[in-house]
């Protein structure tokens, strides 16, 4: 890090509560582990620690970490959700020792399920992760697989369209240093594609670290341009007509002509030979991820280059699409379903729903009951939904006036 930042600037960014480590942020950083501490936890695994752990935990016993990180689990691809390196002493979820306990009670019900007895050491080190739902590990057993990094992720209940429903597990890189390199920026946090975005968490704790505490301004951007090291280009392979071999960055290429609706840009993508099948967000596909970010122009753009379009896309409308595309989309494959017409109609699009409709009489005779059961259940969702929001306790996406609208646009429509 010298090549960066001089001692005395790696000084005071410590004392601010920021570490660097393998080339990337660590911020709200705790003090290091003492060698006491490392040491009870090395008495709980099977084998060592792996140097490069123990060399992060002398640094900073845990903190939070700000970059985006996509995975390929049970066929799709997962963003996981590494923002924090569990410490000692934490009353939250990320406690070191709460979550070797939870592995321990785990290893011992698998043993016993087994008919096994249970050594009481553990293979595989939880040192970071978020809340419950996505972890990190290091292989702590001896043997040809020791100090590869782990990501587990929990899956979720079906109602969640594209996730992944049953939990998954893969390798994040072979050492840590490689498991944060694997640490990257999808877009560039000064110049953010949506609302929230990745490094929004460090730059608000920089803000405040130099509005409150002092911090220099000057320290500030030049760790901020150290962090934005980790962007990744496409744009570059894009121009140079190479894009195309890398997969991964293709994907995040397209996640973002998806994110901005940038029609021009998945022209271009496609023209580039970029794949545009295959999972892009979980198990969607990218005319999936567009159709459920309200990216019409960006949905449209894949449809007239060919991408698939899977059997339920129109299911997973959220937004207003015109007839057109709701036609387009049916002639690649979409199915026409009740849901779908509900969801046009409480969308604002009666058009398409209209639309949509007359393709689903062509197939079904019973459309009229169904949509009107269909009917009374989303407004029954909506309407509930309204009447919490405007209790003031809780908090809609939609808010109170679009949650209005959209029971006003399904009581109002006549098939």
Same mark, same amino acid.
């Given at each position: 890090?010298?090549?960066?930042?001089?001692?005395?600037?790696?000084?005071?960014?410590?004392?601010?509560?920021?570490?660097?480590?393998?080339?990337?942020?660590?911020?709200?950083?705790?003090?290091?582990?003492?060698?006491?501490?490392?040491?009870?936890?090395?008495?709980?695994?099977?084998?060592?620690?792996?140097?490069?752990?123990?060399?992060?935990?002398?640094?900073?016993?845990?903190?939070?970490?700000?970059?985006?990180?996509?995975?390929?689990? /049970?066929? !799709?691809?997962?963003? +996981?959700?590494?923002?924090?390196?569990?410490? /000692?002493?934490?009353?939250?979820?990320? $406690?070191?020792?709460?979550?070797?306990?939870?592995?321990?009670? !785990?290893?011992?019900?698998?043993?016993? !399920?087994?008919?096994?007895?249970? $050594?009481?050491?553990?293979?595989?080190?939880?040192?970071?992760?978020?809340?419950?739902?996505?972890?990190?590990?290091? +292989?702590?057993? &001896?043997?040809?697989?020791?100090?590869?990094?782990?990501?587990? #992720?929990?899956?979720?209940? %079906?109602?969640?369209?594209?996730?992944?429903?049953?939990?998954?597990?893969?390798?994040?890189?072979?050492?840590?240093?490689?498991?944060?390199?694997?640490?990257?920026?999808?877009?560039? &946090?000064?110049?953010?594609?949506?609302?929230?975005?990745?490094?929004?968490?460090?730059?608000?704790?920089?803000?405040? =670290?130099?509005?409150?505490?002092?911090?220099?301004?000057?320290? +500030?951007?030049?760790?901020?341009?150290?962090?934005?090291?980790?962007?990744?280009?496409?744009?570059?392979?894009?121009?140079?007509?190479?894009?195309?071999?890398?997969?991964?960055?293709?994907?995040?290429?397209?996640?973002?002509?998806? @994110?901005?609706?940038?029609?021009?840009?998945?022209?271009?993508?496609?023209?580039?030979? *970029?794949?545009? %099948?295959?999972?892009?967000?979980?198990?969607?596909?990218?005319?999936?991820?567009?159709?459920?970010?309200?990216?019409?122009?960006?949905?449209?753009?894949?449809?007239?280059?060919?991408?698939?379009?899977?059997?339920?896309?129109?299911?997973?409308?959220?937004?207003?699409?015109?007839? *057109?595309?709701?036609?387009?989309?049916?002639?690649?494959?979409?199915?026409?379903?009740?849901?779908?017409?509900?969801?046009?109609?409480?969308?604002?699009?009666?058009?398409?729903?209209?639309?949509?409709?007359?393709?689903?009489?062509?197939?079904?005779?019973?459309?009229?009951?169904?949509?009107? #059961?269909?009917?009374?259940?989303?407004?029954?969702?909506?309407? =509930?939904?309204?009447?919490?929001? =405007?209790?003031? #306790?809780?908090?809609?996406?939609?808010?109170?006036?679009?949650? @209005?609208?959209?029971?006003?646009?399904?009581?109002?429509?006549?098939?």
């Amino acid at each position: 890090m010298s090549d960066h930042f001089a001692d005395d600037e790696l000084a005071t960014l410590r004392e601010h509560g920021i570490v660097l480590f393998a080339g990337r942020v660590i911020f709200d950083a705790q003090p290091p582990m003492t060698v006491e501490q490392i040491s009870a936890v090395q008495a709980l695994c099977a084998g060592p620690i792996p140097p490069e752990l123990t060399a992060l935990w002398q640094r900073t016993a845990g903190g939070r970490i700000d970059y985006d990180l996509h995975l390929r689990m /049970n066929g !799709s691809e997962e963003a +996981v959700s590494w923002g924090e390196l569990f410490w /000692n002493g934490s009353d939250g979820y990320h $406690d070191l020792q709460g979550w070797i306990a939870h592995e321990q009670e !785990s290893a011992r019900e698998a043993a016993a !399920s087994r008919g096994e007895p249970w $050594d009481g050491l553990l293979t595989a080190l939880p040192f970071g992760g978020f809340e419950y739902s996505d972890r990190i590990y290091t +292989v702590v057993e &001896p043997g040809a697989d020791h100090g590869h990094v782990l990501a587990w #992720k929990q899956g979720l209940p %079906d109602a969640w369209a594209h996730a992944m429903h049953e939990d998954g597990l893969t390798t994040v890189a072979h050492d840590l240093p490689a498991a944060f390199a694997a640490l990257r920026l999808d877009e560039d &946090p000064l110049e953010p594609a949506g609302d929230y975005f990745t490094g929004q968490s460090l730059l608000e704790f920089l803000d405040e =670290r130099h509005e409150d505490h002092g911090l220099s301004l000057e320290l +500030v951007d030049k760790l901020v341009a150290f962090y934005r090291r980790a962007v990744v280009d496409w744009r570059s392979p894009l121009a140079e007509g190479t894009l195309d071999r890398d997969g991964a960055l293709s994907r995040i290429a397209l996640r973002h002509a998806v @994110a901005t609706d940038d029609a021009a840009l998945i022209q271009r993508l496609a023209a580039a030979g *970029v794949a545009l %099948d295959g999972p892009l967000q979980g198990s969607a596909v990218a005319t999936d991820l567009a159709l459920s970010h309200g990216a019409h122009h960006a949905a449209a753009a894949l449809v007239g280059a060919g991408a698939p379009v899977s059997p339920d896309a129109l299911d997973g409308i959220d937004s207003a699409i015109s007839p *057109v595309l709701a036609t387009q989309l049916l002639e690649r494959g979409a199915e026409p379903s009740v849901a779908a017409i509900a969801e046009c109609v409480a969308c604002g699009a009666p058009a398409a729903a209209r639309v949509i409709a007359d393709a689903y009489r062509q197939r079904h005779h019973d459309l009229s009951t169904a949509f009107e #059961k269909t009917r009374q259940d989303m407004l029954g969702d909506l309407e =509930r939904a309204l009447a919490d929001v =405007r209790t003031g #306790k809780v908090s809609h996406y939609l808010g109170a006036e679009g949650l @209005a609208e959209r029971v006003d646009h399904l009581q109002s429509f006549e098939l």
